[in-house]
């Protein structure tokens, strides 16, 4: 038998499980680089504390997801109150221009 893999036409890696694992490249490093300072902006939007998350990861975690709803909440209530607002002056404006409209097409 030959060291090619015969599906493919590449040649087989002869290295074992352990080598593959722990061969870690330039790109490997930069990615997990890359995703470990995006993952701690999302943390920090949720005003997690890294030490109190290692401490405490259940608690913090919780925590965390009750300003989430908080945030959701509030922002749901400021939208509608706020969709309420222009709706007092769009939609009457919006009824004459439809009124208008199709007096104009008769």
């Known amino acids: 038998m030959t060291d090619r893999d015969t599906t493919s036409g590449q040649p087989a890696d002869d290295r074992t499980f352990v080598q593959r694992l722990i061969r870690v490249g330039s ?3 930069i990615r997990v680089v890359v995703l470990c300072v995006i993952a701690g902006f999302i943390l920090a939007a949720f005003h997690v ?6 401490v405490d990861f259940f608690g913090t975690i919780a925590e965390s997801w009750g300003r989430f709803i908080d945030f959701l909440t509030h922002s ?11 709706a007092v ?11 208008l409209g199709a007096l104009r097409r008769r």
């Open 27 to 29: 790109t490997d490093i």
């Open 49 to 54: 504390n890294p030490r109190r998350l290692w």
């Open 76 to 86: 749901v209530g400021w939208a509608i109150e706020y969709f309420l607002l222009g």
């Open 89 to 99: 002056l769009v939609i009457p404006i919006w009824i004459v221009f439809r009124v």
